[in-house]
């Protein structure tokens, strides 16, 4: 299969998320800040091979937790079905779950290869090496959360995602990736993501989780 694209010249702005994305989710329950991996996130250095529009992948991943259920951004597969994203931390992070959000039609991705610490991998080579771990995706337009092993991810500076397959479609569309874990800061000393400058968790509106994860709030962007 052929993937021609050109990555270079990204440009992302992280300044200025605003809370109020036009949805009201005052029944739902906030993500625990401390398992939600976001700011961590190197939103420049996020490569997608094989995606319709350049910087797609990197949109839907720097979408914060209250902007995860809208329909834009979203990231579609161009040449065929396959998409291969690369996503760096900016330290380590001992992953627990990879979070999806794709749509209950046959352009659902149906497999989902993992490749950790990996800066070198093209269509070629993550179809032939071995994965990190494979996980089975499902139809659905809920957030999926995927638990990884954490054994063997418990040192990942940079993750690579190879969307193998989906349920049919010639095309591939997913609308928000996100990440559980722990971060570690470069020099390996543990840090806890708390609400900082002493914001108040009760100014913050309840938006639709997943398990009993705490949302992020306002203080994306910071």
Known sequence: ?????????????????DHDDGHDHNDEIEP???????????????RTLNESESDQGAK???????????????LESD???QLL?????????????ILVRSSEDSSAPKTLKLFSNRDDLDFSTASDLQPTQTLDLSQTSEIQELPVKRTL???????????????????????????????M?????????????????????????????ASQGTRHGM
């Open 1 to 17: 299969m052929s993937h021609h694209h050109d990555h270079s010249g990204h440009s992302h702005q992280h300044g200025g998320h």
């Open 32 to 46: 625990a800040l401390q398992t939600l991996i976001w700011k961590q996130i190197d939103f420049e250095s996020i």
């Open 60 to 74: 839907i991943v720097e979408k914060t937790w209250p902007q995860r259920l809208n329909a834009e951004p979203k």
């Open 79 to 81: 040449a065929d079905e």
């Open 85 to 97: 994203m690369f996503i760096p931390f900016t330290g380590v992070v001992k992953l627990h779950a």
């Open 153 to 183: 991810f418990g040192n990942t500076y940079n993750i690579n995602l190879f969307i193998e397959d989906n349920y049919g479609d010639e095309v591939t569309r997913v609308y928000w990736i996100g990440f559980k874990g722990e971060f």
């Open 185 to 213: 800061n470069l020099n390996r000393e543990p840090v806890e993501v708390l609400y900082e400058k002493a914001a108040n968790p009760k100014d913050h509106t309840l938006i639709q989780g997943v398990g009993d994860m």
